[in-house]
């Protein structure tokens, strides 16, 4: 027993860390699989068809799908290729990955502030639902993208620390880091170019000294071959772009959801960004020599501020056609405002430990306790389940049961048509159809085909999927009045026709 309790001493911090880890990890596998894929999803399943060759696959990212970058497309085709069929199979590796990242979270934070900040770190990110719903419950770049963000602000941060004696280590690792997250999202690539502007500033004051580039030119100067080659070779149209143009209020909204929208934690973000401020003016005030820690948290804290003001000013007045406010782009923002709200909850348990003379384990004990009954209860179970059985956008699976059941499938006179871009077709014929083990090779009609009219033409029996809300006129418009509107499931959003004359 007293081995035990010594160990305890010793490992506490693993053993908490890894116990709320562990609970995430169950919860994810429980729910990876219980849901059919999304619109997102299986057009990603598109892109990285057992059909498509490497070269096809990155021809679509330097092509069509130059939005998104080619790292995760890669990583998610090898994995497509070696799993069996299942959407739980298929969102493993991004469970796996979303674990990575709160692993590397909890030692982000441990490097800032010691094994409290560590300790409280998994707690936010354990109950955080965009956490859990993006990223590990989604088979798209988001759990890749949140992986290498917290690994350039955690190398970024052991850097800051040695202020002065970087390593070329340090320094080529850091870089390293970033080469990934810059191959993830366009927006790791300006989460590189704020700690960029952060670290000029440590050079400008001689805090620094000029090798720190040398991460920058690893992580920025490997994009630039494949962005110069996509602006040749791209065939999509860069001056509109799909959101809409936001509103002021939606700086608040995108702070928000960096917290998963728990008002708590939002109070909280709020407060540790004005005391990092405070902190760091009388951090400077006092001694402006040794200002790593402030320095760092300061810059992390304005971080989701930062990219919430610029996407707005950008989106909202200086290319209002071509904006890029998207509120999931905004996950970049999640390791820097977590990390600053363990940080601050860290601080206001010092001044209870001190004040009020609360024991140290207590206070922490209590705060891990009303953090998972109280700031995450709403949003890491309920709203998990609610998206789960969310009707719309989760329906391609009771699309094809529908279809089968009708034993029409592979019918020569019979055309299934999606209403949506091609890469969704390809994966919806695919996975759904063809690797289902429907016995059929079939081939789905896109609204974006350039041969609709002819295979209208050959068809005396249509099936349309009307993937988002509307009615498919791309497709009834070429019909005429050759067809007639046979039936209509409202609830998975399937139009069929049959041919009057």
Not at 358 to 385: E, H, I, P, Q, R
């Amino acid at each position: 027993m007293e081995k035990l309790k010594e160990l305890f001493k010793k490992r506490w911090f693993y053993i908490a860390c890894g116990i709320m880890i562990a609970i995430q990890v169950v919860f994810s596998l429980r729910f990876m699989g219980r849901q059919y894929f999304s619109l997102d999803e299986v057009s990603q399943i598109g892109f990285i068809a057992k059909k498509n060759s490497l070269g096809k696959i990155l021809d679509y990212y330097l092509t069509s799908e130059v939005t998104n970058l080619p790292l995760w497309p890669l990583l998610a085709a090898a994995w497509y290729r070696i799993v069996p069929y299942g959407e739980g199979w298929m969102r493993f590796i991004t469970v796996i990955l979303t674990t990575i990242s709160i692993l590397v979270m909890t030692k982000m934070a441990k490097e800032y502030g010691g094994e409290r900040v560590g300790l409280l770190m998994t707690v936010l990110t354990c109950i955080s639902a965009i956490v859990m719903q993006k990223c590990g419950l989604t088979f798209r770049v988001h759990a890749f993208w949140l992986m290498f963000t917290a690994l350039v602000l955690w190398q970024y941060i052991k850097r800051v620390k040695s202020m002065g004696y970087e390593s070329y280590r340090r320094i080529i690792v850091l870089g390293v880091c970033m080469a990934g997250l810059a191959y993830s999202h366009y927006f790791g690539c300006l989460t590189i170019v704020y700690l960029f502007c952060m670290d000029a500033v440590l050079f400008l004051t001689h805090k620094i000294r000029g090798r720190f580039i040398i991460s920058y030119l690893i992580g920025g100067g490997s994009l630039m071959p494949w962005f110069l080659y996509m602006l040749i070779k791209r065939t999509m149209n860069l001056e509109e772009f799909w959101p809409k143009t936001p509103t002021f209020e939606s700086i608040p909204k995108a702070l928000r959801f960096v917290v998963s929208n728990d008002e708590p934690v939002y109070i909280l973000l709020i407060l540790a960004m004005v005391a990092s401020v405070l902190i760091l003016i009388r951090k400077f005030v006092e001694d402006g020599k040794e200002l790593q820690n402030e320095f760092i948290r300061f810059g992390l804290a304005m971080m989701p501020l930062v990219f919430a003001v610029g996407d707005y000013i950008y989106s909202a007045h200086i290319n209002q056609h071509s904006g890029i406010f998207v509120y999931r782009y905004f996950l970049s923002c999640i390791p820097a405002g977590l990390l600053s709200v363990a940080i601050f909850m860290d601080d206001v348990l010092r001044v209870l430990s001190d004040r009020l003379k609360v024991s140290k384990v207590m206070a922490y004990g209590l705060t891990v306790a009303l953090t998972f009954l109280y700031l995450g209860s709403g949003n890491y179970y309920y709203d998990v389940k609610d998206e789960i059985s969310a009707p719309y956008d989760n329906t391609y699976g009771n699309v094809r049961d529908a279809i089968v059941a009708d034993g029409r499938l592979g019918d020569e006179n019979t055309m299934i048509a999606i209403n949506a871009n091609r890469a969704n077709a390809d994966g919806f014929e695919e996975y759904y159809l063809e690797y289902a083990g429907t016995g059929e090779e079939v081939h789905v009609v896109s609204n974006d085909d350039l041969d609709i009219a002819e295979q209208i033409k050959k068809a005396d029996h249509i099936y349309i999927y009307q993937v988002m809300h509307g009615t498919p006129d791309v497709f009834t418009d070429l019909m005429g009045n050759e067809f007639k509107q046979t039936r209509f499931d409202e609830n998975i959003g399937l139009y069929v026709f049959e041919r009057i004359n």
